[in-house]
């Protein structure tokens, strides 16, 4: 095993008798929702990965160590420090570790991670992506670089409109990484079912999904794959209200200079202000949908 892993006794024995295990970010409680609201939702995201079978690894970088499955404290720890705590992606790892800081792993950490520990799917909320104007910005979150190259299966909501999703669609064309819809042929857009583009894809069950990741990496091939998964009915919100918001919250960002690391969490946080909180009812309610479906492929597998 890698020598800066420390995988937690029940996940490990998971892994070994190649039980269902589903890997869980950490960015996602620090930056991407207020406490107390973060905690209870990562709670309750690795309950419900537990009632549908599969052993819940929620993953950080704690004093030098790539921690797989995090304990009640830690969790609390990191939702309580929020973005005081460091969000780490692929280039934070090794400062991170020399240093022996707190990192919250973002989706491009969480899948380097798990790949180290063997864990093939992991369920979040939503995945970064080709932001509006990164013909001028080049902001291109390093999530899409790493579904190109790590081995992991990514559920999420789809593709948020705080992002270009046309152009996260071709980047990850390029990078050849298939973009799976769950029960559905539209492209989800996480607080909304709809996008207006199309997945690659359409498959209507967890087992479907399994035999497509299987057959992915026992050819060798490389990279991950996006499962997208609607907002449920329900919990999804109304797409012109959505859309008003998250533009105001675009212009503010620009008019505050808000650039690379800091974008995305000051988005999501503006998102929820100009909503008066809706957007994070319906981003916990997706995030545990997500976690379900999560559960149920790792069971396939
Ligand atoms: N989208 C959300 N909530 C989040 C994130 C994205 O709805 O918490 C986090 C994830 O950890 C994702 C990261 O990997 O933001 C992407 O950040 P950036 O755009 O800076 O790459
Ligand atoms: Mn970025």
Redesign the pocket.
Known sequence: MNKFLDINPEVATALQKKQAVVAL?S??IS??MPYPQNYETAVLVEKTVRENGAVPATIALIDGKIKIGLNDDEIKLLARKGSRVIKT?RRDIPYILSNKLTGAT???ATMIAAQLAEIKIFA?????GVHRDATETFDI???LQELAQTRVAVVCAGI?SILDPGLTLEYLETMGVPVLGYQTDELPA?YTRKSGFKVDYRLNNPQEIARLLQIKWELGLKGGVVIANPVPEADALDPDFMAQAIDKAITEQKKLGIKG?E??PFL?SKVKEFTQGKSLVS?IRLVLNNARLAAQIAQNM
């Open positions: 970010e960015t996602i930056h991407g992606s973002t989706v491009s979040t909320g939503g995945i970064g979150s390093a999530d948020k996480f690391k974008s995305t999501l981003n």
